[in-house]
């Protein structure tokens, strides 16, 4: 079983839906939760990071962590065509161990205008 | 904005062939990673370097080997490649002594690799 589970996708919406994006993962140890984004030929980028377990709001977005359940989520209010991408949810247990992040395999997201 | 660059960008190779892609930054991070991506896998951890004298090797290490060469300078050979080491390889880099509650990694454009 992958420490990190993500559903694939892909995942097709109107333009102004809301999109929700979700994670469940099996090690208790990680406490920072982190979302990115992947353009399609580009590089992951760092979209939204939440510390344990809560809520975090940045403009269209809110990020969700439910450490009781092991289940974090991302939130996509108002889509726009512009927010079509891959989105990885990546996990760790300590802010600067020794150990890198562990990640989904990624949702793909097309919003449809 | 090119802070951490790949090279090549696309590279088409044979079974048994050595391999070495290249990743530069310009970021002044010390701490630089290799990953792959694969459809369906997400990212894995290929090699993770903390400083150019400390290289440890990630969750798929076998079949790869790493060179920090500077500390803006990380490169993954292949020594022989197969098949099955088709895939996206992404660079990335962060910085141990940045503020704030995480420490945030960088990624690279990627390296597509297609071995034949």
């Known amino acids: 079983q992958k420490e990190v589970e993500q559903d694939p996708g892909p995942l097709s919406v109107p333009e102004g839906a809301i999109v929700s994006l979700n994670c469940t993962y099996s090690n208790s140890a990680f406490q920072y939760f982190m979302w990115y984004r992947q353009y399609s030929r580009k590089g992951p980028e760092l979209l939204m990071y939440t510390y344990s377990s809560g809520n975090k709001e940045d403009g269209r977005f809110t990020a969700q962590v439910d450490k009781s359940s092991k289940y974090i989520s991302l939130f996509i209010r108002d889509s726009q065509p512009s927010d079509s991408a891959t989105y990885l949810c990546?996990?760790?247990?300590?802010?600067?161990?020794?150990?890198?992040?562990?990640f989904g395999s990624g949702t793909r997201l097309q919003v449809q205008p | 904005d090119a802070d951490v660059t790949q090279t090549p960008r696309n590279r088409i190779t044979k079974t048994g062939k050595r391999i070495m892609l290249e990743c530069s930054q310009t970021k002044g991070h010390d701490r630089m990673y290799w990953y792959r991506q694969d459809p369906g896998l997400g990212l894995r951890l290929i090699y993770y370097?903390?400083?150019?004298?400390?290289?440890n090797k990630g969750e798929i290490s076998d079949g790869y080997s790493v060179s920090r060469q500077a500390q803006a300078k990380f490169s993954l050979s292949l020594e022989s490649a197969i098949p099955n080491q088709t895939a996206l390889y992404f660079c990335?880099?962060?910085?141990?002594?940045?503020?704030?509650?995480?420490?945030?990694?960088?990624f690279g454009p990627g390296t597509r690799l297609t071995v034949l």
């Open positions: 990546a996990m760790s247990a300590s802010r600067t161990g020794r150990r890198a992040l562990t």
């Open positions: 370097s903390f400083d150019v004298k400390d290289i």
């Open positions: 990335a880099t962060s910085d141990s002594q940045a503020g704030g509650a995480y420490n945030e990694q960088f």
